[in-house]
């Protein structure tokens, strides 16, 4: 049930997931922050990126917990709990690889210059709503970057535990449908079927 190969194949599964995740932030991060694509253009590369990230996500887990499936001994089967606790840990280990590269990306590119792009985006959309004529959440958006300049900037621990805990959600919430699939009764084979074949 539970043993050496069980954690060997989650440490493996959330490592691999983890940096999949890990990749797809970095390019979430470099869009919102630091590309200088207009809001137009970066938000439809933003949308396909997390749908494709949406994707991988949901068929890594789905594959990784078919995979563990088959690996558990027929005579034992794989319960609900079983699969869906996997899946668990896999987004926790996954949560927490995310939240380090976000930290050790937002160092190698700058932090200020991270804030200064997201401040940009931000003055992209109040020119937008200007533009509209709409001018009553001027103050909201002011308040914003005043937010943002005024921030200090987040430990890796904070990041990591941001991560965590949303991956843990989307990891539980995906989990509950994939461990339904995945998950089988075990088979008890008597030695009469042995003998009838």
């Known amino acids: 049930m539970i ?17 999949v995740m890990a990749l797809s932030r970095i390019v979430e991060m470099y869009l919102l922050a630091y590309s ?43 319960s609900y709990s079983m699969a869906l606790a996997y899946i668990l840990m896999i987004s926790m280990l996954a949560g927490i690889m995310v939240g380090v590269a976000d930290t050790l990306f937002i160092g190698v590119m700058g932090y200020d210059a991270y804030i200064d ?28 970057i005043s937010a943002l300049r005024s921030a200090e900037r987040p430990s890796m621990m904070s990041a990591i535990f941001s991560m965590f805990n949303s991956y843990v959600l989307v990891g ?26």
Request: glycine share 8%; charged share 25%; proline share 2%.
């Open 172 to 197: 539980g919430v995906v989990g509950l449908v994939v461990a339904g699939v995945v998950c089988r009764k075990p088979q008890i084979i008597s030695e009469n079927q042995d003998d009838d074949e």
């Open 36 to 78: 200088s694509l207009d809001m137009g253009s970066m938000s439809m590369w933003f949308l396909l990126e997390w749908v494709v990230a949406a994707v991988i996500f949901v068929w890594l887990l789905v594959r990784m917990s078919k995979r563990r499936a088959a690996a558990t001994d027929p005579k034992y089967g794989y």
């Open 3 to 19: 043993g050496r190969d069980f954690w060997y194949d989650v440490l493996r599964s959330g490592a691999i997931l983890g940096v």
């Open 117 to 144: 792009g997201m401040i940009g985006r931000i003055d992209e959309i109040r020119r937008l709503y200007v533009s509209m004529n709409i001018t009553s959440v001027d103050a909201d958006f002011s308040a914003m």
